[in-house]
């Protein structure tokens, strides 16, 4: 499973600024078993009004053959800073970036968290993409950052997480991104992405079913795993945050989520 994200930016009330995001799962069953397969971001960035910080838009996009993967499990590919031209959304009068990431490379990524709990614990996390499997949604074909089926070593429940620096949080901001699978996949993939309003913690829990801090879940996509049902095209996901008062501090994450998953 790979989701795929191009571009994800956040937008608080009436103004918004888009980033178009990438993101890749490929889900796939095989005797009563869900394996994932790829999960790709392509771009991220996070916008929110003048008196609040934005948030950024994430771009996944991945697969990685050293690893023995035949489609990346999932990808994000943030476009890196509020001052990034290109794929980079530009900010309108009332909307302020936080964060612009584009995943040009992955090592270097400031203040994003990786954190593996997937069960049985694989070898595999989040990697740098590769355009052997399909280009990035923009930018260099490999700016994603991807992550697969390895992330467990054998059946069993994939849960890898991708959590964003520490963001000002208020309800009207809002995420954008792009995401997709490989085509004519055959194993069902997930994405989820939740949120955390404790400021910069990297909670989530010590097991593969646990979420920590990261109790609000804002988006789940195909959470009954059904072949064909994560998107095979990039398509845009939009977001939104509701119920949360103005200088909220905490963080967003993506969570490679499969149960019965693994190679």
Request: aromatic residues 12%.
């Amino acid at each position: 499973m790979y989701p795929l994200v191009r571009k994800n930016f956040w937008r608080l009330r009436n103004q918004v600024r888009t980033v178009k995001m990438k993101k890749q799962i490929d889900p796939s069953i095989k005797a009563h078993f869900v394996r994932s397969v790829l999960i790709v971001f392509s771009l991220v960035a996070v916008c929110v009004i003048p008196f609040a910080l934005a948030q950024r838009t994430n771009r996944l996009r991945q697969f990685d053959p050293r690893y023995g993967s035949r489609t990346p499990s999932g990808v994000v590919n943030p476009s890196g800073d509020a001052g990034r031209v290109g794929a980079t959304p530009t900010a309108t009068p009332s909307c302020t970036p936080a964060i612009n990431e584009g995943f040009d490379d992955i090592t270097m990524l400031p203040g994003w968290v990786m954190i593996n709990h997937s069960e049985p614990l694989g070898l595999l996390g989040w990697f740098q993409g590769n355009d052997a499997a399909f280009p990035a949604f923009d930018g260099a074909p490999t700016a994603y950052i991807a992550a697969n089926f390895n992330d467990a070593s054998g059946v069993g429940t994939i849960s890898n997480w991708l959590l964003t620096p520490q963001l000002r949080l208020q309800s009207g901001s809002t995420l954008t991104f792009y995401t997709r699978t490989e085509a004519m996949s055959t194993f069902p993939d997930r994405l989820q992405i939740r949120m955390s309003t404790n400021g910069a913690s990297t909670n989530v829990g010590t097991g593969a079913f646990d979420v920590g801090d990261f109790t609000n879940l804002l988006l789940d996509i195909n959470p009954t795993y059904t072949i064909g049902g994560y998107p095979e095209t990039w398509t845009q996901f939009t977001v939104n945050v509701t119920g949360t008062p103005p200088g909220t501090l905490g963080r967003l994450a993506f969570r490679y989520f499969v149960e019965n998953g693994g190679p």
